[in-house]
């Protein structure tokens, strides 16, 4: 789903178009089963429907909307980025994001053996954390008021938990409704950044026909609704490239 090296400005002719994201933008499966096969995904739909462009997609499981920033300075200059990321660094979980990733032994028995049996005593009265501190989101968001002085920029909100992500995560929905009332805040406050609200056009619509009752990811259905949007969010965008690019500094300073 990358047709061009990070870093290599585009043919002549052509806008460059960065999707940058999770786990919602990569092959789904469930218990050894396809759920959503990565040319079902929404960023290989929006690619597929635009082919003037020239896109670079990047996506991983666990990545943090704290991340972007250097992700971004990785895959260079473009016309237009849209990134969809935040739900890791909002929902609360049992375990810090290194212990819930890893596949070290120890890591996985902690997860299956000691957290899972007793996950949500555990959430309420031993242990509760996030993938992010306010410190690292504020540091991010600035980045991106920066970087929207160079570019337009594109946000997509964090959906809703699924019933059994809610009742099993004390503070879920609260966190989520928090975070995407901050992307709002920042499209509202910045002319350049726009928004696309997911959360509110899932719920519109019966979020539930949207995602996944297995782990909350979009299903099927989900992925091409999100590729519709995008594709005409992107369609409607005015072409503009700045002159330069921010960077992090050494302590992650926008």
């Not at 997860?111 to 309420?124: A, D, F, K, S, T």
């Not at 099993?168 to 989520?176: C, F, K, W």
Request: net charge positive; proline share 10%; with cysteine.
């Amino acid at each position: 789903m990358i047709p061009t090296e990070p870093g290599i400005p585009p043919a002549a002719g052509r806008r460059r178009l960065l999707l940058v994201g999770d786990s919602f933008g990569i092959e789904r499966s469930h218990r050894g089963i396809i759920d959503v096969p990565e040319v079902q995904t929404w960023p290989a739909l929006a690619q597929a429907a635009l082919p003037s462009f020239e896109v670079v997609a990047d996506f991983a499981a666990f990545r943090r909307l704290v991340d972007v920033p250097a992700i971004l300075d990785r895959l260079g200059s473009a016309d237009l980025t849209v990134i969809q990321a935040g739900i890791v660094d909002c929902f609360p979980r049992p375990l810090p994001v290194s212990i819930s990733r890893s596949n070290r032994f120890i890591a996985r028995l902690i997860r299956r053996g000691l957290v899972r049996p007793i996950y949500l005593l555990w959430m309420l009265f031993v242990h509760t954390t996030t993938g992010a501190t306010s410190s690292e989101i504020d540091r991010a968001f600035g980045y991106f008021e920066a970087l929207s002085e160079e570019r337009p920029i594109t946000f997509i909100t964090v959906p809703p938990p699924i019933p059994r992500h809610s009742a099993m995560t004390p503070g879920a929905h609260d966190a989520v409704l928090k975070f995407n009332d901050r992307l709002r805040q920042l499209s509202q406050r910045r002319p350049s950044v726009q928004l696309i609200d997911l959360y509110v056009e899932v719920v519109s619509r019966g979020y539930l026909d949207y995602l996944s009752p297995y782990d909350g990811h979009l299903n099927p259905d989900g992925n091409r609704l999100l590729a519709n949007s995008v594709v005409a969010t992107v369609i409607g965008t005015p072409n503009r490239r700045g002159p330069s690019r921010p960077t992090l500094g050494n302590e992650g300073e926008p």
